[in-house]
């Protein structure tokens, strides 16, 4: 229901405005500032990477052009004419792909075990209210953090020349980066645990396997659990990217479908993978949100 | 879940006090054990459906992994002549060297490019997908279907990987760092929309209602209502995903997309140990610079609140 406001006096209506100005005059100040500085960080930042606007620009169509170009058949009976009209056709390598993207899978679930097991005893070696010594705390903190922060495919290019090509250097790989990454997550969640129960089981004579086992688990468990899965997800879209490195899964075969501009192959690929990721999100996704009400129910 | 912050020193405390407590009354309790067994069973016993249902679970776990380990080849040869080889290439490793000081140079000038080629990509992302997390939210998009379309497009986008991007767009753009950023753009094209669209829906209605109180027309309420309550977020959702940009930069290399990728591979593909350790201690001590930065700024815009990706 609009209802009309008195209109104040236009000497006190410029007084008030007067006033606003005043007001949010340094505020502007500061985010005009803000936003000199960003400018001039991102103009520099330009420069240093070679972005020339004009070919930019230039090359946009070509954006179109590619997505118009793979979801058509570029050659045998149905060239020409957009993928739809013959999935079959489109879909031709389905047996093998459906295999690799299986492999993929594989991949990122051996990955994320192997490392969450890794990452489940590091942490509680990490925490800072469970952690037996300081030296061996830092040093299995230091530990996590390069783990993470070297990107898994440096390890798998790594673990591919000491291991050979195959699956394995990936699994391997995960496995290490997703050490690092959920060892940290865990950790945090150690060092917030309620430590009563610890107390307890410590004055009831329990060693510090027990301590872990008997007070902290039972309070992390579902925490951990969530983790994992939410790092399940991550690993599947990296897994699916191993094969670049020739550390196994689809990867190998988008890779040489986008080199040797296959592309309607490339659509093809590219549509099983995301559809898989959503699939995987979709399901872990119940999971998760079952584990967290499950915790608040209890 | 709540974070609670312990006061520095507090948790030696407590560890020293368990310590007394350990001392002084375990061996007690432990000798007790019979008589507290028989005064509450029901601790001793515990739970057995519980524990039947954890051990199925966890054997399905394991052998759905030994299943993996299997069909991937997995043997305690290969992984002791891997770890035999790993061990090698680490003694090659040291003293971390570039060969030369013009090498260093370019190392310099790639780790530069790689910095660049994540600012440009985190923030054409965000320009980006500022209008999208509009049409994406709920409480601002009345209509279900273009907020639904705009969704699944999001998640469409989010599902393919960033090293996937750099391929498209290499073949799209050409080699070099334009490529990268453009792929950096799309991958996270993907993940600001849903996260900004998440921080507009769970805007404070009241400014809202105060604009339209005011006279305020639609254009107005989210200008002077949604805007300020939710550009704090976004830019420390920008500032993270800065951060973890600077580690994604460092492998689009590895495909030709710019950046000090491609050095690294190149030295991992011709056995040159030494530069590699180089290279890898430089992206470390960059992402931890970096790292400080964007902490900084990002407590300075948003306070001390988490952000939550």
Known sequence: MPTTLPRPPEARLAELARAHAAAMRSQQRRTLAAAAVLAVVVVAAAVFAGVDPVRMFGRIGAVGDYFGRIFVFDGGPFAGRPV??????????LGHWAKLIGDTLLIAYAGTIVGAVAGFFLSFMAAKNLGRHPVVRIAVKRLLEVCRTVPELVFALIFVIAFGLGPMPGVLALAIHTAGALGKLFCEVVENIDMRPVEGTIATGGSWWQTVRFAALPQVAANF????????????????????????????????AIRKFYYADVSAILVLIIATVMLIDLVTERIRHRLVDGEIRA | MSVVVQPPGAMDEVLSSTRRIRAALGPAARANRAALEKRHPQVFRGDPAGRALAAAAIAGLVALLGFALWRFEFSFGRIGAGIGQLGHFLTLMVPPSAGGWPRVWLFVHALGETVAIALLGTLAAAVLAFPFGFLAARNVMGLRLPHFLTRRFLDTIRGVDTLIWALIWINVVGLGPFAGILAIMSSDFGAFGKLFSEAIEGVDTKPIEGVRAAGGSRPAEIRFAILPQILPVIAGQVLYYFESN????????????????????????????????????????????????????????????????
């Open chain 1, 84 to 93: 739809v009209v013959a999935p079959g056709e489109w879909m031709w390598g």
């Open chain 1, 225 to 256: 659990v969530s983790y994992a899965l939410l790092r399940f997800e991550i690993n599947v879209r990296g897994a699916a990217v191993m094969g670049f490195v020739g550390a196994g899964g689809i990867g190998q075969d988008l890779i040489e």
């Open chain 2, 246 to 309: 600077t580690r994604s930069a460092t492998i689009i290399g590895i495909v030709g997309a710019g950046g000090i990728g491609l050095w690294l591979s190149e030295a991992i593909r011709t056995l040159e140990w030494q530069q590699v350790s180089l290279l890898v201690l430089m992206v470390l001590a960059t992402v931890a610079v970096i790292d400080q930065i964007s902490a900084r700024i990002r407590f300075a815009v948003i306070g001390e609140r988490r952000i939550e990706t």
